[in-house]
């Protein structure tokens, strides 16, 4: 049992390091608009705005990139930890820690995909595709009375799946754990009989 | 264990508290900035550029057309722009005085960022009318543009088109596209570019009829679309080109 190691857990943790590599460099989301007049690729931990060739920074997403980065890497190394000990008084504590911080940021990234079109649907009556291609007519407030319609394009990349499935393993680990943890009990020897 | 459990909770704030606390300290004096940065703002100043320039582009092309002084770098020139950013339409005159208006406006509201902006990356790309000419012979309308890329990368032209009109009396003369599609204009490059078209037989004929011997003519484009990486710009307004021959 003090030997066990979860491999789930290490598997996990080694593929939400690789993810975050992968992410600096390899957006999940890519969206363009024109050919490309302004095209945005986004990751949690990496954003990149380009506007006719210029590209554009924004602090604020800039900062969020970096609280995702550091979220997923306590993640990321916390599985590790507990994946070489996982039957330490301890571990659980890691485990609980480590396997919800890639599904905290998968899931926040979603959402704020979700959201943002819908926003502006809402507010500037823009609809924007999440996957896909299309071609959107801007309100005449935005284009000066003139009809100006752009073709866009939005596409998921592959770093995206391969997040889900880090954190599809991220949660296998902590399945995983109770199995060990059963394991670990039935391995134990029997009590000694107290005698009065 | 307790230990531990405080160590992860402090991770899990620090982790998200540290860099959005760190970017709220520094733009502390401007907060909007942590999203609208400058650089945002010269890009919509610059976007709002190039739409006015392509609505306004009526009004360069009349001048051009009605005096044959032709200022193929106007995009570049940092008062048309703020001519432009003023939505002034009509004659040369009325657009000089609201020029000046609006550079004192622009001097007064932006700062020099702002404005650098506008020398260094203006307004996008936009046809300005050069001439154009009327073949009834051989039944042509022929109209030449020239257009600069103010972008910073190149950009293609797939598609310019629209239907010609006589200004007088909106009579209908043919239309024309653009000729030898796609176009690629590098970046800071100037390009002539032709678009022509046939002319229609009752087009030919009301040329005849009430135009008889006239040389010079004012014509309008209707439904003017020009469509530029992907993105189509259709005129909802006729675009008065001015003079062009007619022979």
Known sequence: MKNKINFVALAAGISILVLIAISLFVPWWQFTVGKPAIQVNLSPVNFNLSVNGVSVAVPLL???????????????????????????????RLLGFGYK???????????????????????????????????????????????????????????????????????????YHRKIVADAVHALPPAPAISA | MQALK???????????????????????????????????????????NNSNNNGNNNS????????????????????????????????VTGNNQNNNNSNNNNSNNSNNTDSSNN???????????????????????????????????????????????????????????????PVTISSSQTITVTVSGALTQDGQSHLAQDYKGVTSLDVTVANGSFTEDGVTNQSQQPQDLGAVTVN
């Open chain 2, 6 to 48: 405080i160590i992860l909770v402090l991770i899990t704030i620090g982790c998200i508290v540290g860099p959005i606390g760190a970017v709220v300290i520094i733009y502390r004096n401007n907060l909007s900035q942590m999203v609208i940065t400058p650089q945002i703002k010269q890009l919509t100043n610059s976007g709002n």
């Open chain 1, 101 to 175: 911080k890639p599904l905290y940021v998968l899931v926040a990234f979603i959402v704020a995909l979700i959201a943002v079109p819908i926003a502006l649907q809402a507010i500037v009556g823009l609809a924007l595709p999440l996957m896909g291609s299309a071609s959107i007519t801007l309100p005449q407030t935005m284009s000066n009375g003139s009809n100006t319609s752009i073709n866009v394009s939005a596409i998921f990349e592959w770093p995206f799946y391969f997040a889900i499935i880090a954190t599809a393993l991220s949660i296998a680990a902590k399945l």
């Open chain 1, 62 to 92: 800039e900062a969020l990139n970096i609280a995702c980065l550091l979220t997923l890497l306590a993640g990321g190394i916390t599985l590790l930890i507990y994946s070489v000990k996982p039957a330490q008084p301890y571990s659980k």
């Open chain 2, 60 to 91: 360069n092309n009349n001048n051009n057309g009605n005096n044959n002084n032709i200022n193929p770098n106007s995009s570049n020139n940092p008062n048309n722009n703020n001519e432009n950013n003023n939505g002034s339409n009509g004659n």
């Open chain 2, 119 to 181: 020398n260094n990356n203006p307004s996008g790309v936009s046809p300005t009318f050069l001439n154009g000419q009327i073949n009834t012979a051989q039944k042509t309308i022929t109209l030449t543009f020239s257009i600069t890329n103010n972008l910073n990368q190149d950009t293609t032209l797939s598609e310019m088109s629209g239907i010609v009109e006589v200004t007088n009396d909106q009579y209908q003369l043919g239309t024309v596209s653009l000729q030898h599609a």
